[in-house]
């Protein structure tokens, strides 16, 4: 098994701490068939990879350090994207942690930058998109707090009600927790390259053989698979990794 990242230095006051559903990423970007499938794809390309919504930097910060396990290369380009001032600078703690405790295997990680979803990058340029969204069914969306920085200075005290608004961007997906994941679904086509593949999170609330139809609905060329999950609850899958990405060979 491999290491798991240092994020000790992370204010979760502010940022999502790294729970079931991280490790679940972890867990299948490292397995074997996982990475037989990177390797195919990527040992022999430098791939950019890029996590929407990083939080912690857990995941990414984990890609990064052992890319030469998981695609056969250490050309490998690593990048974030969150809303969340703090997750960003979070994250680039947490790589540059892992990093320096893997030398001998990271990627060249470019940064972390503030986003809604991958709209910082340019259009069919990522290899590998991976997305732990806010996934649980709530009423409603996120209510931006009145007065509400989007990018404070590091020592700047937040408020209650910011704090709380940075914490539900990170778990509340509003009708059946898909209203976020619905918009990355929808704009896959345009982020993923040709090569391109997405490994996206969802719990059973999410309907994901639903999701899984509704991709493969993009194009006949389209494949979804669950390719992790962390058991069944109740005859459920309680939380699943969803692998999607174009079937070119056919």
Same mark, same amino acid.
């Given at each position: 098994?491999?290491?798991?990242?240092?994020?000790?230095?992370?204010?979760y006051?502010?940022?999502?701490?790294?729970?079931?559903?991280?490790?679940?990423?972890?867990?299948?970007?490292?397995?074997?068939?996982?990475?037989?499938?990177?390797?195919?794809g990527?040992?022999h390309?430098?791939?950019?990879?890029?996590?929407?919504?990083t939080?912690?930097?857990?995941v990414?910060?984990?890609?990064? %350090?052992? =890319? $030469?396990?998981?695609? &056969?290369?250490?050309?490998?380009?690593?990048? !974030?994207?969150?809303?969340?001032?703090y *997750?960003?600078?979070?994250?680039?703690?947490t790589? %540059?942690? =892992? $990093?320096?405790?893997? &030398?001998?295997?990271?990627?060249?990680?470019? !940064?972390?930058?503030m986003?809604?979803? *991958?709209?910082?990058?340019r259009?069919?340029?990522?290899?590998?998109?991976?997305?732990?969204?806010?996934?649980?069914?709530?009423?409603?969306?996120?209510?931006?707090?009145?007065?509400?920085?989007?990018?404070?200075?590091?020592?700047?005290?937040?408020?209650?009600a910011?704090?709380?608004?940075?914490?539900?961007?990170?778990?509340?997906?509003?009708?059946?927790?898909?209203?976020?994941?619905?918009r990355?679904?929808?704009?896959?086509?345009?982020?993923?390259?040709?090569?391109?593949?997405?490994?996206?999170?969802?719990?059973?609330?999410?309907?994901?053989?639903?999701?899984?139809?509704?991709?493969?609905?993009?194009?006949?060329e389209?494949?979804?698979?669950?390719?992790?999950?962390?058991?069944?609850t109740?005859?459920?899958?309680?939380?699943?990794?969803?692998?999607?990405?174009?079937?070119?060979?056919?």
């Amino acid at each position: 098994m491999l290491p798991t990242p240092d994020t000790s230095h992370v204010p979760y006051e502010h940022v999502y701490e790294p729970s079931e559903d991280s490790f679940l990423l972890l867990d299948t970007l490292s397995s074997e068939p996982e990475r037989r499938f990177l390797h195919h794809g990527f040992a022999h390309a430098a791939p950019l990879v890029v996590e929407v919504g990083t939080g912690s930097g857990v995941v990414l910060a984990f890609v990064h %350090a052992h =890319a $030469q396990t998981i695609f &056969g290369t250490r050309s490998v380009l690593t990048a !974030g994207v969150d809303m969340n001032a703090y *997750a960003c600078r979070a994250t680039v703690g947490t790589v %540059a942690k =892992a $990093q320096a405790d893997h &030398g001998a295997t990271h990627g060249v990680y470019l !940064g972390s930058c503030m986003g809604d979803l *991958a709209a910082p990058w340019r259009d069919h340029s990522v290899d590998v998109l991976i997305f732990n969204p806010p996934y649980v069914p709530t009423p409603g969306m996120p209510s931006r707090p009145e007065g509400f920085s989007d990018d404070p200075s590091p020592t700047q005290k937040a408020s209650f009600a910011d704090d709380s608004y940075l914490l539900s961007l990170s778990y509340a997906g509003g009708m059946d927790g898909m209203e976020t994941t619905d918009r990355l679904i929808e704009s896959l086509p345009r982020i993923l390259s040709p090569r391109g593949c997405a490994y996206i999170l969802l719990c059973a609330q999410n309907k994901p053989e639903d999701v899984k139809r509704r991709i493969q609905a993009l194009g006949p060329e389209w494949r979804a698979l669950t390719v992790g999950s962390s058991g069944k609850t109740a005859g459920w899958e309680k939380l699943q990794v969803v692998r999607t990405w174009r079937d070119v060979t056919t």
